[in-house]
């Protein structure tokens, strides 16, 4: 039984990508998980994705790029100031400017960088390095 979709596409990524394959399909799939895989294209984590929506839930197939050492989800979804993100990179990152934080922003999910340049907090959503 599934219980947090966002966790078991993480969970895929990071075994497929562990495995050397250079794809990964991902079911079901929701707007967060789109929009997180967003952030991991643009910092170039993965390659390209296309989202299907053929089945029910829909489907999201993600090229992989062999650059994810490690990634996962960040539970509880701790709320954190724009001046706070520096201790939480302490505790999920292995070092400074080394990786990213996935944040949840009330102006969309973004890097935690992205999100201190803009002046914004938000939630914790995820990790990648």
Known sequence: MRHDPLNDAIISL???EREG???CVIYP???LIVEVLKVFQDENYI???EVSEENRGGTVRVKL???INDCGVIKPRYAVKNSGFTDWEKRYLPSRD???LVVSTPKGVMTHKKAVSD???GRLVA???
């Open 119 to 121: 002046g914004l907090g």
């Open 127 to 129: 990790y990648i390095y």
């Open 14 to 16: 990071k075994n497929s």
């Open 65 to 67: 790029n062999q650059a």
């Open 21 to 23: 394959k250079s794809e």
């Open 98 to 100: 080394f990786g990213i």
């Open 47 to 49: 390659g390209e994705f």
């Open 29 to 31: 799939s929701s707007k």
